[in-house]
């Protein structure tokens, strides 16, 4: 069971918006910087959203990152099929066992 | 353009060694940390520990302590994933990630490694 809880599985149509959200506790999203990825069918992950709510060089804006208090979310506007996709939620846990955690990953499905 | 490139697929029978590699380029190896991470087929990623490649300072996740090395030669930009005595339940993909203030801003193409009698 991971750290962080996402929901398994999202879908929506082509264009619209979609949410994922990722809950935590204080040891991780509480009193750190979040982080998502996306993984397409059979490729490595790749880095969409740093520090909360920044993108990197060559994201693009329908990409959005959130965060409040314990909770994160990630936001996807003007949804293509191209992005289906697994979507992960990450950051540090300093509990007595400090190490990097990761929400269990939510299927993006394009309908 | 910084590059993350990582050893090819291997299949090991359970019982024998295995190192994997991760050798960086396009930026200064020794100024991030490099992690791997593990992903069982069909499952999440999950985070094995991480290698400081300037001194090969090491932390490692409780789940993994134990059971694999993460090394690094420096001198060639290179940073290793290890198992002394391969099982089954080693059957994953494993990714190096180079580590920037707590996120992984790159990623390796990823190794196969498949355990089977």
């Known amino acids: 069971q991971s750290v962080l809880t996402q929901p398994p599985s999202v879908s929506a149509a082509p264009g619209q918006k979609v949410t994922i959200s990722c809950s935590g506790s204080?040891?991780?999203?509480?009193?750190?910087?979040v982080s998502w990825y996306q993984q397409l069918p059979g490729t490595a992950p790749k880095l969409l959203i740093y520090?909360?709510?920044k993108r990197p060089s060559g994201i693009p804006d329908r990409f959005s990152g959130s965060k409040s208090g314990t909770s994160a979310t990630l936001g996807i506007t003007g949804l293509q099929t191209g992005d289906e996709a697994d979507y992960y939620c990450?950051?540090?846990?300093?509990?007595?066992?400090?190490?990097?955690?990761f929400g269990g990953g939510t299927k993006l499905t394009v309908l | 353009e910084v590059q993350l490139v990582q050893s090819g697929a291997e299949v090991k029978k359970p019982g024998e060694s295995l190192r994997i590699s991760c050798k960086g380029s396009?930026?200064?190896?020794?100024?991030?940390?490099i992690s791997w991470v593990r992903q069982m087929p069909g499952k999440g990623l999950e985070w094995m520990g991480r290698?400081?490649?300037?001194?090969?300072?090491?932390n490692y996740s409780p789940s993994f302590q134990g059971h694999v090395t993460i090394s690094a030669d420096k001198s060639i930009s290179t940073a290793y994933l290890q198992w002394s005595s391969l099982k089954a339940s080693d059957t994953a993909m494993y990714y190096c990630a180079r580590n920037t203030r707590g996120h992984f801003d790159y990623w390796g193409q990823g190794t196969l490694v498949t355990v089977s009698s």
């Open positions: 204080s040891s991780n999203i509480g009193n750190n910087y």
């Open positions: 990450g950051t540090w846990d300093s509990s007595l066992s400090a190490r990097q955690v």
């Open positions: 520090e909360n709510n």
């Open positions: 396009g930026y200064s190896f020794t100024s991030y940390w």
């Open positions: 290698i400081d490649p300037s001194d090969s300072y090491t």
